[in-house]
Structures are given as structure tokens and as C-alpha cells.
């Protein structure tokens, strides 16, 4: 596997020499000042691709070029946002830059309540609390028949948590679950907007009527208008899973297990429409086994996200050690190594450790606990290597 890491362009703090240092080769980004649904240019392809080659990595994925939310609801731009899209995939061609991660999750990209769950030893990590999850649901945004999602004994908890829950608490779950971990991955909400909470409620509402079925349809349409392109500049389009991977929010989600991954791939039966194998938003499903999964989609996977997470009662879960949790992930690297040699991994969401808060980071993204974790992953491929070379 090619040791890859997501840099966020050249204001991160986390600079390509730091991680050339420590052992990167691939460079995972995005044109992260270009607005959704306009053009990428090939000047400015070119430009931070020559950037990070300068550094002697290489830019090895795109993540993510984002599908416009009218893309996913079918509105009235819908074509013309299909034809920028399929612009801006020529131009990454042109520059032989192959392989886009990208997501078809409607108005939310991924969701947790709380960015610094402490662990015993002083770190601290992701989390996800179905309760207060539910709490935003039903007493932040005040859905429209959410109570209907949950079971009698969770509404019975909102009840007793908003007999104690603070001001701020509330307005740290917003923060949370609108802003911080969106805003930086799909741009439908930046820091500093006003009134967040009614932002996402008109986001929501455009999906009104949007059920599973019609948002496969969508997907699909998108798919196979991007296919020919994909062809003809080799382009591998590689979808993350939802996550997690269940239903939230009234939304439906397409993209959450065995099923839905056939599914699509299926529905655009193309090599270049693909997977990303996101170890960690599969394994917050129980229902998900991420070696059975592996084994099956292993050939129609483009990009790997080598990450864990550990399910708690009550439908909680916490990321977990990549030594640890549900991902397995050193069986992932030797099923990936066997059956698709040479795949783009990245490390994924690492715990906050000795002074990541001072480094300027996106949720999820710190510096240290992310090359703790490449550390450890580096070890596990060594190990599979050895197997390997031992076997034949």
C-alpha cells in the first residue's frame, strides 16, 4: 500500500516537509478554496500538484471533489453542475492525477457529538452519543416527526438530559455536529455563519420526499454521466461510505453496507466506479464485518481509510487504536495486499495528543495521534510483507 496522508493545502500547519520526514509518499487534497460546483482548473491542478511534487511526494488522491447537494436532490442545476463536474475530472486527467474520493451523504458529511472524548491515558478521540445525537435532533433542529426514529426508552432520555443539559452544551453540540465537521469537507457551512441551526434546516428540507429509492436513482444518474470521462482519462471515482452508516436525521443514506455497496457498483457496472474502503465508518455498523467486506469488494476498491472504532451499548461509538476495535485492520491489509496490491491508505482520524490542539487542525486530523497511528499501520504492513514474501 502506498502511505498516503490528507493534507489540507498549503495554509495547513502540517507542511509537506514534516511529512516527508516521517515517512509519507502520497499526498490526499483538494482545491479546498474552489466553491462546490465550479470548475477546477488545470492551471490550478497543475499548480499544487508541482507543489507538493516539489517535496518529492506525489499527489495521489483527490479527496474530495464534492457532489453539489443539487446533484444528490436531482434540482434544477443539476445537468449543468454535472457538466462542471465532468470539467474539473478532465482537467485532473490532464494532470495525471487518477483517483477521486468523493461522497453521495446528503447535507451531513460525517457525525459525532463529541471531538474530545478523554481516554485514560490523557488523549482524547471522536465520539459519537446516540442520546444527545437525538437530543439535537429533537430539541435543537425540532424535526418533523423525529421522535418517530427513536425507541420509547431513548425519547425517555432526551427527557432526563434536558433536564440537565447546559446553554453551552447545546451550543457545543451544534458546533459539533453542523459546523466543525462540516465545514471544512463540504462547504455547505463555514465557521462564522449566523444561525447554523436554520442553514441546515433549509439544507434538510430540500430533501423533502427523497427517499432511498430516488436518492439511488440520483446516484446513479450522476455515475453513469461521469462514466465516459472516467474512461477516457482513466479516472478511478471511488465513493466513501456513510457514516456512520445508518439512517440519520430523516435522511436516507445509500451507502451503509454489503447491500448498498453492491448495489451501486452494480447500477454503473464500470471498473473506474469504485470504493473507498473507509474501515471506520463500516465498522460503526453492527451489522458490518469489515473482512467479509474487504474479501468481497477488494477489486472494485480504489482508496483504503485504515481507521477503528469500538460500538458501545446504547448504538454509541468511540474511534478506537488502529491496533484495536472493529476495523481489524491488519486482516484488511492482508486481504487489500493479496487481492489489490499497491492501493493509496491513509490513516484516519488519530487521537489528540502532546499538543495537537496548538496545530492548527481540522476535527479528526491532528499530527501527532495520525503518526502514531501511520506508525502502527507501517508496522502491521511490515508484518503482512514478511507473510507474504515468506509464502511463496
Same mark, same amino acid.
Given at each position: ?134 437530543? #439535537?435532533?429533537?430539541?435543537? %433542529?425540532? !424535526?418533523?416527526?423525529?421522535? &418517530? ?5 431513548? +425519547? /425517555?432520555? @432526551? ?86 452508516? #445508518?439512517?440519520?436525521?430523516? %435522511?436516507? !443514506?445509500?451507502?451503509?453496507? &454489503? ?5 451501486? +457498483? /452494480?447500477? @454503473? ?106 506508525? /502502527? ?16
Amino acid at each position: 500500500m502506498e502511505k498516503t496522508w490528507r493534507w489540507f493545502g498549503k495554509k495547513d500547519k502540517i507542511t509537506l516537509d514534516m511529512l516527508r520526514q516521517i515517512g509519507v509518499e502520497g499526498i490526499v487534497t483538494a482545491l479546498h478554496e474552489v466553491p462546490n460546483g465550479e470548475i477546477w482548473t488545470l492551471d490550478a491542478i497543475e499548480d499544487l500538484k508541482n507543489y507538493i511534487e516539489s517535496f518529492g511526494l506525489r499527489w495521489s488522491v483527490v479527496e474530495s471533489l464534492p457532489v453539489s447537494e443539487s446533484i444528490k436532490y436531482a434540482g434544477p442545476e443539476r445537468d449543468q453542475l454535472i457538466t462542471n463536474y465532468k470539467a474539473s475530472l478532465a482537467n485532473l486527467g490532464k494532470a495525471g492525477v487518477k483517483t477521486v474520493c468523493y461522497n453521495f451523504m446528503p447535507v451531513i458529511d460525517w457525525i459525532r457529538t463529541d471531538l474530545h472524548y478523554s481516554w485514560k491515558d490523557g488523549t482524547s478521540s471522536l465520539y459519537f452519543d446516540k442520546i444527545r445525537f437525538a437530543y #439535537f435532533d429533537l430539541k435543537i %433542529l425540532c !424535526r418533523k416527526n423525529a421522535e &418517530e426514529d427513536y425507541s420509547l426508552e431513548e +425519547l /425517555q432520555k @432526551v427527557e432526563e438530559l434536558d433536564k440537565v443539559i447546559t446553554e453551552a452544551e447545546k451550543e457545543e453540540l451544534i458546533d459539533t455536529i453542523i459546523v466543525k465537521t462540516q465545514g471544512f469537507v463540504n462547504g455547505n457551512i463555514k465557521e462564522g455563519d449566523k444561525n447554523p441551526v436554520a442553514i441546515f434546516k433549509r439544507l434538510l428540507a430540500l430533501y423533502d420526499g427523497i427517499d432511498r429509492d430516488g436518492l439511488r436513482e440520483n446516484m446513479r444518474y450522476f455515475l453513469a454521466a461521469i462514466m465516459p470521462v472516467c474512461e477516457e482519462y482513466g479516472i478511478n471515482m471511488c465513493v466513501h461510505p456513510d457514516d456512520p452508516p #445508518f439512517q440519520v436525521l430523516g %435522511l436516507p !443514506r445509500i451507502v451503509t453496507d &454489503e447491500q448498498d455497496i453492491a448495489w451501486f +457498483l /452494480q447500477a @454503473v457496472d464500470n471498473p473506474h466506479n469504485g470504493l473507498t474502503f473507509c474501515a471506520g465508518s463500516l465498522s460503526a455498523g453492527e451489522q458490518n464485518d469489515t473482512r467479509e467486506l474487504a474479501r468481497k469488494f477488494a477489486k472494485r476498491t480504489h482508496f483504503v481509510h485504515l481507521r477503528s472504532t469500538k460500538a458501545m451499548p446504547g448504538g454509541n461509538f468511540i474511534e478506537s487504536s488502529h491496533l484495536d476495535g472493529r476495523g481489524h485492520l491488519i486482516e484488511l491489509i492482508r486481504i487489500f495486499e493479496r487481492e489489490n496490491p499497491n492501493l493509496p491508505m491513509r490513516v484516519d482520524h488519530g487521537r489528540m495528543m502532546l499538543g495537537d490542539e496548538d496545530k492548527g487542525y481540522n476535527a479528526g486530523y491532528s499530527f501527532h495521534g495520525r503518526m502514531l497511528a501511520l506508525a /502502527q499501520v507501517e508496522g502491521m504492513m511490515a508484518v503482512v510483507k514478511d507473510e507474504i514474501q515468506n509464502s511463496k
